[in-house]
T-cell receptor
C-alpha cells in the first residue's frame, strides 16, 4: 500500500530555474495539501485542495502554483526558484477537509536553491 | 486565532527512562489537539488526537497525552522510551470542527534517546 508518493526526493536548482514537485495518493482521498518545513518553524501550508477541481492558498503561497490534475494527483510548481524556497516539501492527503480526518504524509522532497 | 507552543526544541533522555514533551496552546474557542511524529527521513504520521471526551488520550507506540483545559496544555508522555522513539514530535491545534487548512503546527521537539 503506497499511500502518498512524492517525487523527486532530492533536487538542487539554480536561482531562477523552474520545477514541478509531483504528488500522488492511492487512498481515494478528497483533500490534498502541500506544506514546507523549515528549521524552527514547523510546517506551514502552501496550498491545498479541499476536493477535486478546487485549490486555495494557504499561509505561504507566494512563489508557488499548484494543479489538482485529478483526484489522485496534486502538483506544486516553482516558476522561478529563489534561495528562500530552500526547504523540505511535504505533500499530504486526507479523506475530507476537516481536522478530525487523519492526515497522511509523503516522505518529502528536499529542495536546495543556490 | 489559535497558536501552539513547544518550548523544548530538543529533549535528550536515556533509554527506558520516562519522557514528557510539552505543548501549550492558545485559543478563545474549543479546540482539537494532535501529536504527530516524524522519524528520520520520513513524513509525519499521526500519533494521537484529542477531539472530545476523555482528557487522557492513548496513541500508538505506548504514548499518551492529557488535555488540560485550565492550563491550556496537551503534554505527551511515555513511561519508558526506546531507541526507536528517536524522532521529531509536532503538536498541532485547530478549532473544533475546523478545516485542515487552518491546522497550526508547533515548531517541533526532537526526542533524542541515548543508550
Amino acid at each position: 500500500n503506497a499511500g502518498v508518493t512524492q517525487t523527486p526526493k532530492f533536487q538542487v536548482l539554480k536561482t531562477g530555474q523552474s520545477m514541478t514537485l509531483q504528488c500522488a495518493q492511492d487512498m481515494n482521498h478528497n483533500s490534498m495539501y502541500w506544506y514546507r518545513q523549515d528549521p524552527g518553524m514547523g510546517l506551514r501550508l502552501i496550498y491545498y485542495s479541499a476536493s477535486e477541481g478546487t485549490t486555495d492558498k494557504g499561509e505561504v503561497p507566494n512563489g508557488y502554483n499548484v494543479s489538482r490534475l485529478n483526484k489522485r494527483e496534486f502538483s506544486l510548481r516553482l516558476e522561478s526558484a529563489a534561495p528562500s524556497q530552500t526547504s523540505v516539501y511535504f505533500c499530504a492527503s486526507s479523506e475530507g477537509p476537516l481536522t478530525n480526518e487523519k492526515l497522511f504524509f509523503g516522505s518529502g522532497t528536499q529542495l536546495s536553491v543556490l | 486565532a489559535q497558536s501552539v507552543t513547544q518550548l523544548d526544541s530538543q529533549v535528550p533522555v536515556f533509554e527506558e527512562a520516562p519522557v514528557e514533551l510539552r505543548c501549550n496552546y492558545s485559543s478563545s474557542v474549543s479546540v482539537y489537539l494532535f501529536w504527530y511524529v516524524q522519524y528520520p527521513n520520513q513524513g509525519l504520521q499521526l500519533l494521537l488526537k484529542y477531539l472530545s471526551g476523555s482528557t487522557l488520550v492513548k496513541g500508538i507506540n505506548g504514548f499518551e497525552a492529557e488535555f488540560n483545559k485550565s492550563q491550556t496544555s496537551f503534554h505527551l508522555r511515555k513511561p519508558s522510551v526506546h531507541i526507536s522513539d528517536t524522532a521529531e514530535y509536532f503538536c498541532a491545534v485547530s478549532v473544533s470542527g475546523g478545516a485542515t487548512n487552518k491546522l497550526i503546527f508547533g515548531t517541533g521537539t526532537l526526542l533524542a534517546v541515548q543508550p
